[in-house]
């Protein structure tokens, strides 16, 4: 078996009103190109989400959301970024944005197993205590 493998992730953020700062973590994105890897996993938790605005279009934010899988994965379904590399879909999904959506600090680690580091981190940055019971 070969490895470990450098990755990075970053953290996706609900922040429903930007000038508050305020956010709820509500997904993972993570590239590993020592294993050609790139994807993203997200939660969908409506009712944190209006814990934080109860105004919030639920539907709209996981349209939304949905993208991120699907920029990872590449290719037509992705549009025109769908076209770039991985490691350019990667530093395009984390680049700073002021929107209702927006991702952490890019972090760096090893691992022998993207996906399952990609789990590791969903469950332990992103879900609930109520989730994992």
Known sequence: MR???LYDYAILRLVPRVE????LNVGV???????RFLDAR???DAERWRALDP???IEDIAAQLASYPLICAGGEA???IGK??????FNWLIAPKSTIIQTSAAHTGWC???ELMLEHLLNRMVQSAQEKK
């Open 78 to 80: 992705a549009g025109p």
């Open 112 to 114: 022998l197993d993207p």
């Open 20 to 23: 508050r700062e305020e956010f």
């Open 42 to 44: 997200i939660v969908i």
């Open 29 to 35: 994105i993570l590239s590993c190109p020592g294993k």
């Open 84 to 89: 770039l590399s991985q490691r350019e879909r």
């Open 3 to 5: 490895g470990p493998y």
């Open 55 to 57: 105004s919030l279009d």
